[in-house]
């Protein structure tokens, strides 16, 4: 088998950094096991009333971000400014995309261009390349926003569904997480999915937490992404953005 051009890796990882800001859970999404004494530092920081204190600037946010985890090391960002003017929210936005049941999509669309699109944010994206992609988005839209977001739950149909983006159409199983305690409030996902063209593909796990009046959606895809790889990221990425915000 060929190794992929650099180019051709970092389209690939851009491109699921854009479907990962089109879906908020990512064409994926997830996270559950313990993550150690990491992940429970993390959540004893968490806490406070849910949309509390003073919406953080998009400078603010980009500094909050990781910019390495392991030997995954930045691809694209830090960035920051109005969340629908960032690339990868931008592209996403030109995206078509049909489902079979919409109503599964729309619970993972909590944070699409056009639903959160003027506020301030902040992302990242790291790669371990061939390992795995890690997507961090952080953003501080209004309550309204926000609690619609947390409120989200997809039902019992949702288990399967299928995508079809610009042509590539692929079949998803969505799987809903448990996850530790973490910020005011947190939802996880699994989402696997297998492209009718070309075979399965590597499974994304999400995590979107809501802490004062900021969010985050955590992401890890590929060959070596878990659920104990997810809940050490997203607690390292709570730390932090938890340090610099507040």
């Known amino acids: 088998m060929r190794k992929k051009s650099a180019t051709a890796r970092r389209t690939a990882a851009l491109a699921a950094l854009a479907c990962s800001l089109t879906t908020v859970v990512g064409c994926g999404g997830g996270t559950g096991s313990a993550g150690g004494d990491a992940t429970a530092a993390a959540a004893a920081r968490g806490g406070g009333s849910k949309g509390s204190g003073t919406r953080p600037s998009a400078d ?3 500094k909050a971000l990781l910019t390495g985890y392991g030997s995954a090391t930045p691809l694209y960002g830090p960035v920051s ?3 629908a003017s960032l690339a990868p929210a931008a592209a996403s936005a030109k995206v078509k995309v ?3 049941k919409p109503q599964c999509l729309q619970l993972t669309q909590g944070l699409a261009p056009d639903a959160a699109g003027e506020a301030p944010a902040a992302l990242v994206s790291m790669a371990d390349i061939p390992n795995m992609t890690i997507a ?3 953003i501080a839209p209004d309550d309204g926003t926000a609690d619609k977001v947390m409120a989200g739950r997809p039902p019992e149909a949702c288990s399967t569904y299928t995508v079809d983006t610009d ?3 692929a079949d998803y199983r969505l799987r809903t997480l448990d996850l530790p305690e973490i910020g005011d409030e947190a939802r996880g996902y ?3 999915g297998k492209s009718r063209k070309y075979g399965p593909m590597a499974s994304t796990y999400v995590v979107i937490l809501r802490d004062g009046a900021w ?4 992401s890890v895809t590929g060959e070596k992404a878990d659920r104990t790889v997810l809940d050490k990221v997203v607690a390292a990425a709570h730390t932090k953005a938890k340090s610099v915000l507040g």
Request: net charge negative; no cysteine.
């Open 98 to 100: 049909k489902t079979d």
């Open 190 to 192: 699994e989402i696997a």
């Open 60 to 62: 603010a946010m980009k």
């Open 167 to 169: 042509g590539f159409v």
């Open 81 to 83: 400014g109005v969340f």
């Open 215 to 218: 969010m985050a959606s955590i």
């Open 136 to 138: 961090e988005l952080l």
